[in-house]
């Protein structure tokens, strides 16, 4: 399997091993409670956890992207991520953030005023159509994520005239666009949970290796979603288990970055899974 790198200000970071992105939402209504943080101690204790428990990038949120939030305007989002970003910059110079946003002019302030390095864009420019330009203005690594419609609207675009050949193919006109601006430092996410049903999440973890064909890196993010704690018939509290279990599969299937809450945890499946392909001929994996 190939190798990939990400060019963070100028410094190559190795894929080889696989790495974990902890999530720091700057919102009073992101689906996992634990992971709301608004306070000045609530974000620099978050951000010093994910360091400490082994993540490599800080992912930085000020929008709830459930469907039944409330869309924030860019001002607003401005209002809460820009006081976080200055704590976490003036506390933290050498992590590396990555700007969780949709908006454009949110993107270009948290790049260039903040020294975030990496944008990741859940709506894969569908939702401000100055996001790709922005992007290759700012010459950043940008997270191209699959979703129909926007968070409000997502769960009622669930259907597929072929689900997975669906998805390849918005993936493939997406990057085309990309490459096309000059934006060749691009990461997949197949977008788990956004304008899909249960069942479609598992087929398309199912199918993740087919995401392999486009040769960029591969994130995956299923934290505590309501795919796992909706088929175990528990709660968001009580999905860590199932959250674990399809990481490991998402590794062993080829992913680089995993986006999570539970930063331990996943490192410790980055961890083990390393371990485990040791012994696994590479037909396998």
């Known amino acids: 399997m190939k190798n990939y790198y990400l060019n963070i200000k100028g410094n190559l970071i190795d894929l080889t091993t696989p790495i974990v992105m902890g999530i720091v939402n700057i919102t009073p209504d992101s689906f ?15 951000v010093q956890q994910i360091i400490n428990e082994g993540g490599s990038i800080i992912d930085i949120g000020g929008q709830s992207t459930t469907p039944t939030s409330t869309l924030q305007t860019v001002k607003e989002e401005l209002a809460r991520i820009e006081p976080a970003l200055s704590i976490i910059q003036s ?18 302030v948290a790049v260039e005023k903040y020294g975030v390095a990496i944008i990741n864009d859940i709506s894969g420019g569908q939702i401000d ?9 700012l010459n950043v690594p940008y997270i191209l994520m699959h979703m129909r419609g926007t968070p409000q609207t997502m769960q009622q675009l669930t259907d597929y005239d072929n689900f997975i050949e669906d998805i390849i193919f918005y993936f493939s006109e997406k990057i085309a ?30 199918h993740i290796k087919y995401f392999h064909i486009f040769e960029t890196p591969l994130l995956v993010g299923v934290s505590r979603k309501s795919m796992i704690y909706k088929l175990l018939e528990t709660d968001i509290d009580g999905s860590l288990n199932g959250t674990t279990a399809l990481n490991t599969y998402a590794l062993q299937s080829g992913a680089n970055i995993l986006r999570v ?11 083990l899974s390393k371990e485990l392909n040791k012994y696994v001929s590479q037909q396998f994996i």
């Open 91 to 108: 506390e933290f110079p050498d992590a590396i953030l990555s700007i969780d946003t949709f908006y454009s002019e949110v993107a270009k």
């Open 177 to 206: 666009h990309l490459n096309s601006l000059g934006v060749n430092d691009i990461i997949v996410d197949p977008g788990f949970g956004f304008s899909k049903t249960l069942e479609q999440n598992y087929e398309l973890m199912a």
């Open 32 to 46: 996992y409670r634990f992971s709301r943080k608004q306070s000045q101690k609530e974000i620099i204790g978050r």
């Open 129 to 137: 159509e100055n996001m790709f330009d922005t992007v290759a203005q």
């Open 261 to 271: 809450h539970d930063v331990k945890e996943a490192v410790e499946c980055v961890k």
